[in-house]
């Protein structure tokens, strides 16, 4: 029976790089990975990738490659007395060969924890691979990036994944002493349901085999045996990681690029993760910082397909949105506003303030020491055009201009109105 053995992606790890599937850009012939394993001079190395792509696999062919002592820690787990007793057999028989420390998900380890392992990275005891699905420059404590090399590694392309699946397939073929025939359509559903996780398209093919039907002595799996315990693509998301900022990001650079069918894939990313909240916020940024002035009435419209959106809830949700989508990407666009409160905000954030002009103030009293009393102040309703010509501004930034309009029909008209009135 299948399930009294460890799972079907630990018993088939590779144990030589050309075993490896995928991550050809780094583990191909003469590609830098490679060729520091064939070196046998390891240095600390930081893997950084989704999970389920072979980091852990390459951490353990390294270690059987240079005769190292293999010691896996998991940054979920592990304590800094966990490292001690690691540190502690760098005395021991077991060390004379050296240990190679696989760190798992470091960046759950504070900065004290990844300080303790600093002297020993440096005197050659230990050598450190680290593994991280987050950013390395964003969660790995400075001293240990620059004492390490940073290797990206990638989600496995279908094709790959498909050739694993029927490695899979051949294996337990051998070790269960039975046929296993699988359909091409089958594999293929594998691949694409994966997410790009090797590990779960294995594990997959080993269920499938495990469901399937015998018919002379054959199992036969096909697209219907994966469909009904795979009912979709696994989608790779989480909403405090990376891989959301990517996605959000993505999201709202499609809407300003005026690409409506990119912006709808990444809105129907957050949508099947659930992030409705993310998909409205977004929407409605890039409709001001992005579309803004060119079309004001894109605001409202926005408003309304949210509000109509977090009223119905998902799946209906996605109606609305998209509507707005589509209509922010094909909007004109202007970021004039936008550039203008960032102006505004970065002389208020450098101490360019100044007092309130006083026509301006809410007082209506002037003090002994005020030589020219009263306020002074210009109602425009009492002047032709609603508009009569007196300083806002404080006086160190009155000829400061914060907002110019962009070439676009709604922020001409704009402009041509304003000048009319300021000189009729």
Known sequence: MYNNKAPLADRIRPTELNEVFGQ???????????KIIESNKIPSLIFYGPSGVGKSTVASIIAKKTNQTLKKLNGTTASTADIKDIIAQTETFSGLSGILLYL???????????????E????????????????????????????????????IEESEIEKAVLRAFDFLTAEENIKIESSPDAVAAIAHGCGGDIRKAINCAELAAQVAQTENGVKHISQDDIAAFSQKNA????????????????????????????????????????????????????????????????????????????????????????????????????????????????????????????????????????????????YPHDYPNHYTSQQYLPDNLKNTVYYSPAQNKSEQSFAEYWEKIKFK
């Open 24 to 34: 050809k850009h780094i583990l191909g012939k003469g590609k830098p990975l490679q």
């Open 120 to 155: 020993f990275l440096e005197n050659g005891k230990i050598t450190l691979i680290a593994s991280t699905t987050e950013n390395p420059y964003f969660y790995i404590y400075n001293a240990i990036l620059s004492r390490s090399t940073v290797f990206e590694f990638k989600e």
């Open 235 to 378: 989608v790779r998301y989480d909403k405090s990681g990376d891989e959301h900022y990517d996605i959000v990001s993505a999201y709202q650079k499609s809407m300003r690029g005026s690409d409506p069918n990119a912006a709808l894939h990444y809105l129907a990313r957050l949508l099947a993760a659930g992030d409705l909240p993310s998909a409205c916020r977004r929407l409605m940024v890039c409709a001001s910082e992005d579309v803004g002035l060119a079309y004001p009435q894109i605001l409202p419209i926005v408003n309304a397909c949210v509000d109509m959106a977090m009223k119905v809830g998902l799946p209906e949700a996605r109606i609305p949105l998209a509507d707005a989508v589509v209509a922010v990407c094909l909007a004109p666009k202007s970021n004039s506003a936008y550039n203008g409160i960032n102006k505004a905000m970065a002389d208020i954030e450098s101490g360019k303030t100044g007092p309130v002009p006083r026509q301006l103030q809410n007082k209506h009293y002037d003090g002994d020491d005020v030589a020219q009393k009263g306020q002074f102040y210009l």
């Open 104 to 118: 798992d998900e470091i960046q759950y380890f504070n900065k004290k924890q990844q300080q303790t392992l600093l």
